[in-house]
């Protein structure tokens, strides 16, 4: 019998047997684990208010034939203003949805961690304007953390330096392309394109709360249906209507194992 204690966010949480709750933890020791508490169902449960969605907790696991109990938990951050604003609160189920896809189970990974505490520390004190810009970095800086963030400063195809002018896009291999190198699919980008991707990649949340992008003109689209030629001859006729939210979707949406329940929450 294995005895574990450890910070961890509570990522989702589901009903199990008659009083017992299946909990996903995202941990600094074990990065993400699922546990098992017994009786937290009950009214008499002591523990039921400290295991709940979103909560930092201090767990003491107990491990027994491969499968973790919750033997103790105490609360370090409940986060309450993230849980009482719907739009950080859907925002924080898309995160939430998305690391636990990504992830694999028990892989130590600190830098997840923190990005996690990050990103819940300052979503809860974030305007509803800055929460989409929170998301889009925080989903490029998971991507850098999982190891498949390309350079966001270079040609994929010849690696040289994406410099000022037409630069462009191909959201079917999800590539940075510049001049020489785009295909006809490939849609243009907008030099603020680059500019954003770039700065919400490298800044931390702090710089990225500041930044003012509701005064840019941002193409729609949609979650399902990808690009088109005729997308692409709209932005052509439109040079300062800008893709990056678009981006950073299909960068995602590329290597998730499965739809998310919540990835409607990104156009919202």
């Given amino acids: ?74 609360m370090k951050e409940y986060f309450l203003k993230l849980k009482e604003n719907l739009i950080s609160f859907n925002t924080a189920c898309l995160v939430a949805e998305m690391t636990l896809a990504i992830t694999p189970e028990q892989s130590y990974s600190p830098k997840i961690f923190n990005l996690l505490l990050d990103f819940f520390s300052i979503l809860k004190k974030s305007p509803d304007a800055s929460v989409k810009n929170i998301l889009y970095a925080f989903c490029l800086k998971l991507l850098f953390c999982l190891g498949y963030l390309p350079d966001l400063s270079l040609c994929r195809q010849c690696g040289k330096k994406l410099y000022q002018g037409e630069n462009f896009y191909n959201f079917q291999k999800t590539e940075l392309l510049c001049p020489a190198c785009t295909t006809e699919n490939a849609s243009p980008l907008a030099l603020n394109d680059l500019k954003i991707l770039n700065f919400f990649s490298r800044k931390n949340f702090a710089q990225i709360i500041k930044l003012k992008t509701e005064n840019f003109k941002i193409a729609s689209f949609s979650l399902d249906t990808p690009r088109n030629a005729i997308h692409n001859q709209d932005l052509r006729q439109a040079k300062d209507c800008l893709i990056f939210p678009e981006i950073i979707f299909t960068m995602w949406k590329n290597i998730l194992p499965r739809k998310l329940k919540t990835e409607k929450f990104f156009l919202n």
């Fill in 1 to 74: 019998m294995h005895q574990i204690k450890t910070l961890a966010f509570i990522l989702k949480s589901t009903p199990c047997g008659e009083a017992d709750r299946r909990i996903v933890f995202f941990t600094k020791k074990l990065g993400k684990i699922t546990a098992f508490a017994k009786g937290v169902r009950k009214t008499t449960s002591r523990k039921g208010g400290n295991l709940e969605l979103f909560n930092l907790v201090q767990l003491e696991l107990k491990e027994k034939n491969n499968f973790f109990f919750i033997e103790q938990v105490q």
